[in-house]
Structure formats: C-alpha cells, structure tokens
C-alpha cells in the first residue's frame, strides 16, 4: 500500500509517501520559519495562506521524486489536528479533494501519534514499548508508547512548551526568532553561577512540567542588571541548564515508574546539544537505550503523517466523506 501523506498543522508544509513494502520512498518540506520571524512568531492566517499556495507544488514533487502517477497512490493521510485550525483546514481539504479524484481511501491523523511512531521509520527502530520523550515549540511532554494507538502521555506541560520557553528567553536577550537554536549557541560562551534560576516542577512529585515561569526568573534575575554580551551569554547558560535539569529529572522519574529501557528523544529542543549530553550520559549510568531518530523525523514533516496513516489504514480505519480540522484533540 502506497500512502500520500500530508503535515499542515503549524508553520511547516510537507509531502511524503511511505510503501507498506519499500518504505519511505519521498518525503519534501517547505518551512515558512523566515516568514514567521519578521513578526516574532507563528502569525495564523499568513501559515494558512502559505500552506495554500506551497502544498499542491509539494504533493506533485513527493510524487516524482517516489517516481509514482497519481494513479499509483492507494491512500491518502493528513493531519487532522491538534494544531492551527485554519491551518489544518488547508491539509484536510487537499488530502479529502485527492483521495475524492483519486477515489482511494483518506483518514486523518494525530499529530502526536505521528511523532511518537516516527522512530519508526528508522533502521534501527525501538520496539514496543518505549518512552517517549516530545521536546518541540508546540508540545512538551513524555508518553508510554505501548503500540498502535495505545499511549499514555504521563507527563506533560502545564504551559509553555519546552521550546516556546527557549524562543521567549532568546526573544528576551535580543536574538531573533526561533530563537532556540541561537540561545543554545550563546550559552556556550557563558558561564555557570552568576545567574541562578529555579528548576519548575522538581520539588513536587509527578511528570509534568511548567516552564513559563522561567522566563519570568529570568526577568526578575536580570532586573537592574546591565547585560553584555558576556552577561547575555551567562543566563543563557544559566537558563538552558535549567530547562536541561529539569528534563532529565523528569526522564529519571519516567524511566523509574515504568520500568521501560527504551527512551525516545523528539522534537526541535531535542536537537540541543546540552540535553543530548545529559540524556546520553543517563543512558549509560542506568543502562537505558536513548534513540534520537533522524533529525528530520524529528520536527514535523509529513513521513510521520503517511507512516502513522498507512498503519491505521492497514488496521482498516478509514474516513468517509467529511473534512477532519481540530484544533484541540486530546491523543
Ligand atoms: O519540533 P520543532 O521543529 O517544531 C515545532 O514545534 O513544531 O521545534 C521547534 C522548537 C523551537 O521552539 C526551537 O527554538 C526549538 O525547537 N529548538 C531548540 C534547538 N533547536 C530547535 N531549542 C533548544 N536548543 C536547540 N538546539
Ligand atoms: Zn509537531
């Protein structure tokens, strides 16, 4: 079985078709990241309208480059939410159109079913069950993956995503948006114990996590100060130990609970350097195998969305006629 898949939720537009036989044969991405960052931040209606005029041209190019005719393609899936409802709108409208003109099956995905089972698409994929840590701009959070359909998220944000926290300090000390990436990269010149902020969440039991009052820390930890460049670099450092700190102990938390040996690392924060470090040297302290699928499976692209579609469309799930957009759809 051949599955078109489609991503539209947030800021990235993608195409790609997984084989039930051969595997992923193409998968293409367009990120509107540049377009977003003159205004600090996802603007809705300018994602909408991009993923309008992008994703068609992406459907034809994931299509040559699995050297496949329309005709080819036995099913189509998109992501039907959670996610930017008008968005979604523009995915769940071109995967029901194509699989109405191609008169093949259509069904919607979640969008965290499709991150928890994208190590799946890697050679050296985990078994089930696994733990599955998700560390993006949009979600924070660690689940059970016990198989198809049957996750138990057993901590989550109560706020700010992980990564959302890195972009609003990084707005904070001036670098631009998505400013993650950018903070990581200052906090290598800085220098641990002149600032010092909490680390949410560790005093009280549980999984979750709470990371909007670290930007306010900071806030508070800098009032009165005035930051140089040597100064901006230090409450990076500062602030992403924090947000490193408190992922691991969450993670030490999680692995004792339930016991599992396997854990999943995804998401754009996943790609920081410091937690890979911390997360690994974890790994080898208390014997767990720590997987970071390819970083392209990552952050959201549409593999994931044909790879999570073509297992539920084997299971027989398939959608009728309506269109799927929700906004808010708990997993
Ligand atoms: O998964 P992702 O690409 O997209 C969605 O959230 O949909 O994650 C992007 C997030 C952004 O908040 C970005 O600042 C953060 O991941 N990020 C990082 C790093 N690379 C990306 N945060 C910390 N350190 C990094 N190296
Ligand atoms: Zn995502």
Request: charged share 20%; net charge neutral; proline share 7%.
């Given at each position: 079985m051949k599955v078109l898949g489609i991503e539209t939720s947030c800021d990235e537009t993608a195409a790609a078709v997984y084989d039930g036989e051969r595997g992923l044969l193409s998968h293409c991405l367009y990120s509107q990241a540049?377009?977003?960052?003159?205004?600090?931040?996802?603007?809705?209606?300018?994602?909408?309208?991009?993923?309008?005029?992008?994703?068609?041209?992406?459907?034809?190019?994931?299509?040559?480059?699995?050297?496949?005719?329309?005709?080819?393609?036995?099913?189509?899936?998109?992501?039907?939410?959670?996610?930017?409802?008008?968005?979604?709108?523009?995915?769940?409208?071109?995967?029901r159109s194509l699989a109405f003109a191609w008169d093949c099956p259509v069904v919607g995905v979640h969008h965290l079913e499709g991150h928890l089972l994208a190590p799946l698409l890697d050679a050296d994929a985990p078994d089930f069950p696994f733990l599955a840590l998700l560390v993006s701009g949009g979600h924070t959070l660690i689940a059970q993956v016990?198989?198809?359909?049957?996750?138990?998220?057993?901590?989550?944000?109560?706020?700010?995503?992980?990564?959302?926290?890195?972009?609003?300090?990084?707005?904070?000390?001036?670098?631009?948006?998505?400013?993650?990436?950018?903070?990581?990269?200052?906090?290598?010149?800085?220098?641990?114990?002149?600032?010092?902020?909490?680390?949410?969440?560790?005093?009280?039991?549980?999984?979750?996590?709470?990371?909007?009052?670290?930007?306010?820390?900071?806030?508070v930890a800098t009032r009165g100060v005035e930051l140089d460049a040597q100064g901006r670099a230090d409450v990076a450092c500062e602030f992403q130990q924090a947000v490193v700190d408190t992922l691991l102990a969450k993670c030490v938390r999680a692995i004792a609970q339930t016991g599992l040996s396997t854990?999943?690392?995804?998401?754009?924060?996943?790609?920081?350097?410091?937690?890979?470090?911390?997360?690994?040297?974890?790994?080898?302290?208390?014997?767990?195998?720590?997987?970071?699928?390819?970083?392209?499976?990552?952050?959201?692209?549409?593999?994931?969305?044909?790879?999570?579609?073509?297992r539920r469309l084997i299971e027989g799930e398939q959608d009728g006629l309506q269109i799927r957009a929700a906004a808010r759809w708990p997993l």
């Open positions: 540049q377009m977003h960052a003159e205004y600090g931040g996802v603007v809705p209606e300018l994602a909408s309208r991009d993923h309008v005029r992008k994703l068609l041209p992406l459907v034809e190019r994931a299509l040559c480059e699995a050297a496949l005719e329309p005709e080819q393609i036995d099913a189509v899936a998109y992501t039907a939410g959670p996610g930017l409802a008008g968005a979604l709108l523009v995915g769940a409208s071109v995967a016990r198989g198809l359909g049957d996750y138990e998220i057993i901590g989550t944000s109560l706020d700010d995503a992980a990564g959302e926290a890195f972009d609003k300090t990084a707005k904070l000390l001036g670098l631009p948006y998505p400013g993650g990436p950018a903070l990581a990269q200052l906090a290598r010149q800085g220098r641990a114990g002149r600032f010092r902020l909490p680390r949410p969440m560790l005093d009280r039991p549980g999984l979750d996590f709470s990371f909007s009052g670290l930007k306010t820390a900071v806030v854990l999943v690392v995804a998401g754009g924060v996943g790609a920081n350097r410091a937690l890979r470090q911390a997360l690994t040297t974890l790994g080898e302290r208390r014997g767990v195998r720590v997987l970071y699928p390819r970083p392209e499976f990552c952050t959201d692209n549409a593999a994931m969305i044909a790879y999570a579609g073509y």
